[in-house]
């Protein structure tokens, strides 16, 4: 009876043709003439009635060939490849993002979709110096790499090499997987959009960043140019504020003003109206002629408005003269009125709209 070692299951081996052999494929025992990938001794094809089919070493006292699992998926996923001749190539995605000037985040993103790609040529563990890529092939006349990772990533000089040679190269993860796998499994991940593959690098990578930062500079600076219209509307509505808003001769001694008033009103066409301040702290409105004022409008307005008049109010109400006033607790006699009057009271053009 062979005896076998001790060891992670197998799923392919080097068959007598020199080509991956799947445990399926093989008749049982040590005749399946097949040899380990890794330490090249030779396999035993376990194909019982309980376990899972696997090939393993024969046992010969504590030998242990620990990559043989890793090796074997590895070589089969190249031949896979050699013998298809075609990759579903992964989705190249480009973000990136700009700041205006204002704080405003801007994005884009920019997307190369995924597709199934025939490959004209496919060389197996072909040199290209100074690299050696597990696979190299050729589509559409232009150089194709494809690594297969089952444990250990491309290290940082073989990516600076891919980089240099120009050659868009994509991965295959195997890490995750069970090293017991069969054809149809590793087919199945070459053919489709399997989140297995990825860009290591894509050679029209620098221009696709191009034209996507030269699309978000254009987006940014329409962007600012409206902020700028905006700011300057807001500038021009403030200069014509300024340039009908300003501080009037001094009053007549002698000029009306209620007691308690807390805002004056004076409209063009001759008259007045007081808020007023009841001793019980109630605003109310007061009106020299009743024709000329709307006393809904203006006790809405009045009410609303008594701490910060806006040009907005003056022009609706057609309004001359405006008191405002900081602390309207403290307003309560005629001569605290009439100061704050004389401090704060503005005088506004005829030609409003």
């Not at 009743?290 to 910060?308: C, H, S, Y």
């Not at 609706?316 to 403290?330: G, K």
Request: aromatic content about 8%; proline content about 4%; hydrophobic content about 40%.
């Amino acid at each position: 009876m062979t005896r076998v070692a001790h060891e992670p299951l197998i799923s392919f081996a080097c068959g007598p043709d020199g080509a991956a052999a799947s445990i399926e494929d093989v008749p049982s025992g040590l005749a399946c003439q097949c040899t380990c990938f890794a330490c090249k001794k030779p396999l035993v094809a376990r194909k019982g009635q309980i376990r899972r089919w696997s090939f393993a070493h024969e046992s010969t006292g504590n030998f242990s060939c620990e990559w043989a699992a890793e090796t074997a998926l590895h070589y089969a996923m190249k031949e896979i490849i050699a013998q298809e001749r075609c990759i579903f190539v992964p989705t190249l995605e480009i973000a990136g993002e700009r700041k205006t000037s204002y704080g405003e985040t801007v994005q884009l993103v920019a997307q190369q979709q995924g597709k199934l790609v025939a490959l004209d040529t496919v060389e197996l563990e072909y040199s290209v110096h100074p690299i050696r890529p597990d696979v190299v092939a050729y589509a559409g006349g232009h150089r194709l790499f494809i690594e297969v990772i089952v444990t250990h990533a491309v290290d940082e000089e073989k990516q600076r090499h891919i980089r240099q040679l120009g050659a868009s190269a994509i991965t295959i993860d195997l890490s995750k997987h069970d090293r017991i796998v069969d054809r149809h499994l590793l087919r199945q991940l070459l053919l489709s959009a399997a989140a297995e593959k990825g860009w290591l690098f894509h050679r029209q990578r620098e221009r696709l960043e191009f034209d996507l930062f030269a699309e978000l500079d254009r987006r940014v600076s329409a962007k600012e140019a409206e902020y700028a219209e905006r700011v300057k509307r807001r500038l021009d509505e403030r200069q014509r504020e300024k340039a009908l808003l300003y501080v009037s001769p001094p009053v007549a001694e002698d000029m009306p003003f209620a007691d308690g008033a807390v805002m004056c009103f004076r409209l063009l066409r001759g008259g007045e109206a007081y808020l007023k301040r009841s001793p019980q702290g109630a605003l109310t409105l007061e009106y020299t002629r009743q024709e000329d004022i709307d006393v809904p409008a203006l006790t809405e307005i009045g009410l609303a408005r008594a701490e910060m008049p806006t040009l907005w109010n003056i022009a609706e109400h057609q309004l001359i003269y405006v008191i405002p006033y900081l602390n309207r607790n403290s307003v309560s006699t005629t001569n605290r009125s009439r100061s704050e009057y004389m401090k704060y009271r503005y005088q506004i053009g005829s030609d409003l709209s």
